[in-house]
Protein backbone atom coordinates (compact mmCIF):
# COMPACT_ATOMS: atom_id res chain seq x y z
CA UNK A 1 0.00 0.00 0.00
CA UNK A 2 0.97 3.82 -0.23
CA UNK A 3 1.82 6.01 2.34
CA UNK A 4 -1.07 7.49 1.73
CA UNK A 5 -3.22 4.47 2.52
CA UNK A 6 -1.34 3.69 5.01
CA UNK A 7 -1.98 7.04 6.99
CA UNK A 8 -5.91 6.99 6.28
CA UNK A 9 -5.71 3.72 7.69
CA UNK A 10 -3.75 4.74 11.07
CA UNK A 11 -6.11 7.64 11.13
CA UNK A 12 -9.23 5.29 11.02
CA UNK A 13 -7.61 2.87 13.68
CA UNK A 14 -7.24 6.69 16.01
CA UNK A 15 -10.47 7.59 15.67
CA UNK A 16 -11.83 4.43 16.55
CA UNK A 17 -9.21 4.20 20.03
CA UNK A 18 -10.63 7.82 20.26
CA UNK A 19 -13.92 7.09 20.48
CA UNK A 20 -13.80 4.46 22.64
CA UNK A 21 -12.80 6.03 24.97
CA UNK A 22 -15.18 8.74 24.84
CA UNK A 23 -13.10 10.93 23.65
CA UNK A 24 -13.03 13.46 20.47
CA UNK A 25 -10.55 12.17 17.81
CA UNK A 26 -9.34 15.62 17.03
CA UNK A 27 -7.91 15.48 20.41
CA UNK A 28 -4.67 13.30 19.60
CA UNK A 29 -2.19 14.09 17.43
CA UNK A 30 -1.07 11.62 14.40
CA UNK A 31 3.05 12.08 14.43
CA UNK A 32 4.61 10.71 11.47
CA UNK A 33 8.02 9.17 12.83
CA UNK A 34 10.64 9.78 9.60
CA UNK A 35 13.58 8.85 11.46
CA UNK A 36 15.92 6.98 9.16
CA UNK A 37 13.91 7.41 5.85
CA UNK A 38 14.69 9.98 3.28
CA UNK A 39 13.13 13.35 2.18
CA UNK A 40 11.13 11.62 -0.53
CA UNK A 41 8.76 9.68 1.62
CA UNK A 42 8.15 12.48 4.35
CA UNK A 43 7.16 14.53 1.03
CA UNK A 44 4.63 11.56 0.45
CA UNK A 45 3.49 11.80 4.20
CA UNK A 46 3.37 15.90 4.06
CA UNK A 47 1.33 15.64 0.52
CA UNK A 48 -1.08 13.16 2.35
CA UNK A 49 -1.78 15.74 4.68
CA UNK A 50 0.67 15.18 7.86
CA UNK A 51 1.70 18.01 9.42
CA UNK A 52 3.81 16.71 12.43
CA UNK A 53 7.09 14.48 12.11
CA UNK A 54 9.26 12.60 14.68
CA UNK A 55 13.24 12.91 14.11
CA UNK A 56 15.38 11.13 16.74
CA UNK A 57 19.04 12.22 15.47
CA UNK A 58 20.04 16.00 15.65
CA UNK A 59 22.77 15.20 12.63
CA UNK A 60 20.47 12.55 10.68
CA UNK A 61 17.95 15.38 10.68
CA UNK A 62 20.63 18.60 9.80
CA UNK A 63 21.21 16.67 6.01
CA UNK A 64 17.51 16.44 5.17
CA UNK A 65 16.54 19.13 6.68
CA UNK A 66 17.56 21.86 3.49
CA UNK A 67 15.47 19.47 1.31
CA UNK A 68 12.37 19.84 3.01
CA UNK A 69 12.24 23.58 3.61
CA UNK A 70 9.52 24.43 1.24
CA UNK A 71 7.19 22.09 3.57
CA UNK A 72 6.49 24.94 5.31
CA UNK A 73 3.33 23.70 8.03
CA UNK A 74 5.69 20.88 8.79
CA UNK A 75 6.61 20.83 12.54
CA UNK A 76 9.77 18.93 13.29
CA UNK A 77 9.75 17.47 17.04
CA UNK A 78 13.28 15.58 18.11
CA UNK A 79 11.83 13.07 19.95
CA UNK A 80 15.32 11.26 20.81
CA UNK A 81 18.26 11.27 22.99
CA UNK A 82 19.52 15.02 22.84
CA UNK A 83 23.35 15.89 24.21
CA UNK A 84 23.62 19.01 25.94
CA UNK A 85 26.23 19.89 23.48
CA UNK A 86 23.83 19.55 20.43
CA UNK A 87 20.94 22.04 22.04
CA UNK A 88 22.29 25.25 20.10
CA UNK A 89 21.92 23.25 16.55
CA UNK A 90 18.29 21.26 17.93
CA UNK A 91 17.35 24.26 18.95
CA UNK A 92 17.73 26.06 15.05
CA UNK A 93 16.55 22.46 13.48
CA UNK A 94 13.19 21.76 15.57
CA UNK A 95 9.94 22.83 16.56
CA UNK A 96 9.82 21.65 19.57
CA UNK A 97 12.24 19.09 21.61
CA UNK A 98 10.15 15.93 23.32
CA UNK A 99 13.10 14.40 25.24
CA UNK A 100 14.36 16.77 27.47
CA UNK A 101 15.65 14.61 30.50
CA UNK A 102 17.73 16.89 32.82
CA UNK A 103 17.95 20.05 34.12
CA UNK A 104 21.41 20.83 32.49
CA UNK A 105 19.90 20.20 28.90
CA UNK A 106 17.03 22.55 29.77
CA UNK A 107 19.04 25.10 30.56
CA UNK A 108 21.49 24.66 27.55
CA UNK A 109 18.57 24.78 25.21
CA UNK A 110 17.12 27.72 26.86
CA UNK A 111 19.99 29.92 26.32
CA UNK A 112 20.23 28.62 22.85
CA UNK A 113 16.36 29.48 22.62
CA UNK A 114 17.04 32.79 23.89
CA UNK A 115 20.02 33.46 21.91
CA UNK A 116 17.44 32.87 18.50
CA UNK A 117 14.65 35.01 20.19
CA UNK A 118 12.29 32.14 20.01
CA UNK A 119 10.36 30.41 22.69
CA UNK A 120 11.04 26.35 22.31
CA UNK A 121 8.28 23.96 23.24
CA UNK A 122 9.79 21.00 25.19
CA UNK A 123 8.45 17.73 27.09
CA UNK A 124 9.92 16.11 30.08
CA UNK A 125 10.75 12.87 28.73
CA UNK A 126 10.11 9.99 31.66
CA UNK A 127 11.23 6.71 32.06
CA UNK A 128 8.29 5.27 33.58
CA UNK A 129 9.87 1.21 32.99
CA UNK A 130 13.05 2.47 34.84
CA UNK A 131 15.37 0.57 32.31
CA UNK A 132 18.67 1.68 32.64
CA UNK A 133 19.11 1.73 28.77
CA UNK A 134 16.63 4.60 28.56
CA UNK A 135 16.61 8.07 28.83
CA UNK A 136 14.50 9.90 30.77
CA UNK A 137 13.83 11.14 34.51
CA UNK A 138 12.30 8.54 36.83
CA UNK A 139 8.91 9.45 37.64
CA UNK A 140 8.73 11.11 41.23
CA UNK A 141 12.00 11.79 41.20
CA UNK A 142 14.35 14.41 42.35
CA UNK A 143 15.54 15.33 38.90
CA UNK A 144 11.84 15.48 37.92
CA UNK A 145 10.94 17.90 40.58
CA UNK A 146 14.31 19.49 39.75
CA UNK A 147 13.26 20.63 36.42
CA UNK A 148 9.70 21.46 36.91
CA UNK A 149 10.49 23.82 39.76
CA UNK A 150 13.01 25.17 37.39
CA UNK A 151 10.45 25.87 34.55
CA UNK A 152 9.97 29.38 36.02
CA UNK A 153 13.76 30.58 35.25
CA UNK A 154 13.65 29.01 31.76
CA UNK A 155 11.48 31.70 29.79
CA UNK A 156 12.87 30.72 26.43
CA UNK A 157 11.24 27.07 26.99
CA UNK A 158 7.28 26.38 26.99
CA UNK A 159 6.91 23.19 29.43
CA UNK A 160 3.91 21.53 27.56
CA UNK A 161 3.70 18.24 29.48
CA UNK A 162 5.22 14.67 29.12
CA UNK A 163 6.50 12.14 27.30
CA UNK A 164 7.65 8.46 27.73
CA UNK A 165 8.66 5.13 25.75
CA UNK A 166 7.06 2.04 28.15
CA UNK A 167 9.52 -1.43 28.41
CA UNK A 168 8.59 -3.01 24.37
CA UNK A 169 6.81 -6.20 24.10
CA UNK A 170 5.27 -7.51 20.74
CA UNK A 171 1.52 -7.60 22.05
CA UNK A 172 -0.01 -3.87 23.40
CA UNK A 173 -1.93 -4.49 26.19
CA UNK A 174 1.65 -5.04 28.65
CA UNK A 175 1.97 -0.91 27.99
CA UNK A 176 -1.43 0.16 29.09
CA UNK A 177 -0.19 0.43 32.79
CA UNK A 178 3.30 2.32 32.08
CA UNK A 179 0.49 4.91 30.02
CA UNK A 180 -1.64 4.83 32.89
CA UNK A 181 1.46 5.74 34.92
CA UNK A 182 2.44 8.44 32.70
CA UNK A 183 -1.27 10.20 32.65
CA UNK A 184 -1.86 9.87 36.40
CA UNK A 185 1.77 11.30 37.10
CA UNK A 186 0.87 13.89 34.74
CA UNK A 187 -2.83 14.75 36.35
CA UNK A 188 -0.59 15.31 39.67
CA UNK A 189 1.88 17.66 38.50
CA UNK A 190 -1.21 19.75 36.60
CA UNK A 191 -2.95 19.60 40.30
CA UNK A 192 0.09 21.65 41.75
CA UNK A 193 -0.68 24.47 39.01
CA UNK A 194 3.70 25.28 38.74
CA UNK A 195 4.48 28.26 37.53
CA UNK A 196 5.52 28.06 33.66
CA UNK A 197 4.78 24.36 33.39
CA UNK A 198 2.01 23.26 31.29
CA UNK A 199 0.85 19.73 31.55
CA UNK A 200 -1.64 19.27 28.56
CA UNK A 201 0.69 17.14 26.58
CA UNK A 202 0.91 13.58 26.78
CA UNK A 203 3.14 11.99 24.49
CA UNK A 204 3.06 8.51 24.15
CA UNK A 205 2.05 4.99 21.55
CA UNK A 206 4.00 4.03 18.74
CA UNK A 207 2.92 1.83 15.83
CA UNK A 208 1.97 -1.36 17.84
CA UNK A 209 0.25 0.18 20.77
CA UNK A 210 -0.82 3.42 20.00
CA UNK A 211 -5.03 2.55 20.80
CA UNK A 212 -3.74 1.43 23.86
CA UNK A 213 -1.94 4.63 24.38
CA UNK A 214 -5.26 6.83 23.19
CA UNK A 215 -7.47 5.12 25.50
CA UNK A 216 -5.17 6.26 28.63
CA UNK A 217 -5.34 9.56 27.65
CA UNK A 218 -2.45 10.37 24.87
CA UNK A 219 -2.47 13.24 22.91
CA UNK A 220 -0.21 12.75 20.51
CA UNK A 221 0.57 8.87 18.83
CA UNK A 222 4.50 8.14 17.80
CA UNK A 223 3.91 6.69 14.25
CA UNK A 224 6.74 5.23 11.69
CA UNK A 225 6.82 1.77 10.44
CA UNK A 226 2.63 1.80 10.34
CA UNK A 227 2.94 4.65 8.17
CA UNK A 228 6.16 3.78 6.21
CA UNK A 229 6.51 0.07 6.46
CA UNK A 230 9.78 -1.30 7.75
CA UNK A 231 13.32 0.30 8.50
CA UNK A 232 15.92 -1.28 6.80
CA UNK A 233 18.87 -2.59 9.15
CA UNK A 234 22.25 -1.55 8.51
CA UNK A 235 24.19 -3.74 6.72
CA UNK A 236 27.92 -4.23 7.40
CA UNK A 237 30.32 -3.33 4.58
CA UNK A 238 33.74 -5.65 4.46
Known amino acids: MSIA ?9 VEAAARRAGRDPASVTLMAVSKTFPAPLVREAYAAGLRVFGENRVQEFSGKAGELRDLVQAEWHL ?30 LNSAAEKLGRRLPVLIEV ?3 GEAAKSGVAPDSAELEELLRSADRLPSLAFQGLMTVPPWSEEAEPARPYFRQLRQLRDRIAARQLPAVGMDALSMGMSHDFEVAIEEGSTCVRVGTAIFGARKKPTLEL
Open 79 to 108: IGHLQSNKASKAAELFSAVDSVDSLRLAEK
Open 127 to 129: NVG
Open 5 to 13: ENIARVRER
